[in-house]
């Protein structure tokens, strides 16, 4: 067939998501496939918080649904008040490498422009 790379772009599959939510006759198809595929480009925790999001929303058990979602609730504070946090040295540690380079490029780039 042929090398699937191309396939697997991030940028082919929001092509073929477009296809696939515009014409549903491919849905079934495709949408199975586009999942794979992106699961497969995220980091591990951000696997796992698709992984327990599926399943707080597929569970029969109305209160475990409840558990999770709230142990997702993103809206939660991650540090205390008042505590100095390394950003970078957070965001490496949620596997998020990218993110860091790209806090402390613009730490260095804006330095001066903004105060604590």
Known sequence: MGDMSAT???KTLSKLTRLALTNLEFQTNLLPFIRHQASMMLPPR???RVDLRRAAATTTDPILGLR???ALDDRAARFEEGTKVDVAQWLEDQDLPEAAKKW???TEKYK???TS
Do not use: Y
């Open 46 to 48: 951000a696997k796992l």
């Open 68 to 70: 999770i979602a709230q």
């Open 112 to 114: 001066d422009k903004f």
């Open 8 to 10: 697997t772009s991030p």
């Open 104 to 106: 402390r490029e613009n």
